[in-house]
């Protein structure tokens, strides 16, 4: 897989895997579990701990960007009742695919740094939601849990220490919606997934209404390699607020689609090299830069941009989780918003009436501009009913649904225009 060649730039994550070393052994021999041994060892404080991680500049790597050390420190340590830890595995947003690779070619970094995260917290107890619709990776990661338990680096006082914790996978059930972690947490529970009121958050009042800390899973497995290569080491790997190293996960119209690990700050047009370039030559049209739920960027816009929070920002989308979804010269954009459309009208849980509803108005009006049926008047109902949907439910599914439509109008208009006017695609249809 593209992923395992040694062509990233400072990779830490994805570095000399083959597919064939993920056992313990093979991660033990890679340094793997150094970092808890020595912090069991050393009887490192877990404020040490916490503080390295918001030296490192390490944000979350699941879509919000939210610093993690940060979000580590919310955890009440002095909390009397049980407390949980939770990685969400569960990818299921198009275009992302870092995570699964993550358990399947290195599950022992993400226990490591769950456990590692459990130490620094209190906490005894975690959880691996992982998607449903990966049902390989589930089974080779309950394999690497074995594995962790019989060499005592989970369980009971792990390696001979006075920390214990215990750490379960579960397996979802390939809803788009138990991605948002309060959802999750309610399919962990054995609920419906349906995304819960905030506040209160999930540090307060999380899994079984306990204190709960949920990341994603890039998120613990950086923690080790932080600690090991030290804090400022990590940080300057990137840039300034945007520290460490990133797994963009790259498809569409390239040549070696898959996932790169690379510095944040790296300019786009590296990764493109990286990833063997537009594919057939063709010419770059546009980029999701952060998974489907990004607003969509002109490519030659993208070309000029890097790869981290605060540049894809300023060029008008979002870095995500890291998803990057490239379209060339042959793609229509309209019939591209039809099926991100799609997606968002079926995979809503229907709990807020604005998505509930909304999704479905505008799939059904981008469908029939798409098949020669449009209005001009379509084009500003539609931002309309975005307008309507975005900030006005009770998760971030309303707004991943309503970004794009808006994305696509407004940087491909005339694109839009011309199907409603002529009745077909301005891009041939041989060319697709």
Not at 195 to 216: M, Q, V
Request: glycine share 12%; aromatic share 10%; proline share 5%.
């Amino acid at each position: 897989m593209t992923s395992l060649h040694n062509r990233h730039i400072n990779p830490l994550i994805l570095k000399d895997l083959t597919g064939d070393n993920w056992r313990l052994a093979d991660y033990v021999k890679r340094g793997g579990y150094s970092a808890l041994r020595r912090i069991l060892e050393e009887k490192i404080a877990p404020e040490q701990i916490i503080a390295d991680l918001k030296a490192s500049g390490l944000r979350g790597r699941g879509g919000a960007g939210f610093p993690t050390g940060l979000k580590w420190s919310f955890m009440p340590r002095q909390f009397p009742g049980q407390k949980y830890l939770v990685c969400n595995t569960d990818e299921g947003e198009p275009g992302t695919f870092k995570d699964r690779d993550i358990i399947r070619y290195n599950p022992h970094a993400l226990i490591e740094g769950m456990a590692i995260g459990a130490y620094a917290m209190g906490i005894t107890v975690g959880y691996n939601y992982i998607h449903g619709e990966i049902f390989q990776e589930y089974l080779r990661f309950e394999e690497a849990l074995e594995e962790a338990r019989a060499a005592g680096f989970l369980g009971d006082r792990i390696l001979g220490s006075d920390f214990s914790f215990q750490l379960h996978a579960h397996h979802g059930y390939g809803a788009y919606i138990c991605g948002e972690e309060t959802a999750l947490l309610e399919s962990l529970e054995g609920k419906k997934g349906q995304p819960r009121f905030k506040p209160p958050f999930p540090a307060s009042f999380g899994l079984y209404g306990k204190p709960t800390t949920i990341n994603n899973t890039e998120t613990f497995s950086a923690v080790p390699f932080i600690l090991n290569i030290g804090a400022e080491n990590y940080a300057a790997l990137g840039k300034p607020n945007n520290g460490g190293t990133k797994i963009f996960s790259i498809s569409g119209d390239v040549e070696r689609p898959g996932n790169y690990e690379v510095p944040l700050g790296t300019p786009f047009a590296k990764l493109m090299e990286l990833a063997g370039g537009m594919r057939g030559g063709k010419k770059i049209k546009a980029v999701i830069p952060g998974g489907s739920s990004a607003p969509v960027i002109r490519g030659e816009i993208m070309m000029e941009t890097d790869l981290d929070y605060d540049s894809i920002a300023k060029a008008g989308s979002m870095l995500g989780s890291g998803a990057v979804i490239v379209m060339d010269e042959t793609r229509c954009m309209v019939k591209a918003l039809e099926r991100l459309s799609y997606f968002y009208y079926e995979e809503s849980c229907g709990q807020c009436t604005p998505c509930r509803e909304g999704t479905g108005w505008m799939y059904r009006m981008i469908h029939r501009i798409e098949h020669g049926e449009g209005r001009q008047s379509d084009l500003d109902m539609l931002n309309s009913i975005a307008d309507n949907i975005q900030g006005r439910t009770i998760c971030a599914l309303g707004d991943a649904a309503a970004m794009p439509v808006r994305a696509f109008i407004k940087q491909f208009r005339e694109e839009f225009e011309y199907h409603v006017e002529h009745k077909h695609c301005l891009v041939p249809v041989s060319a697709y």
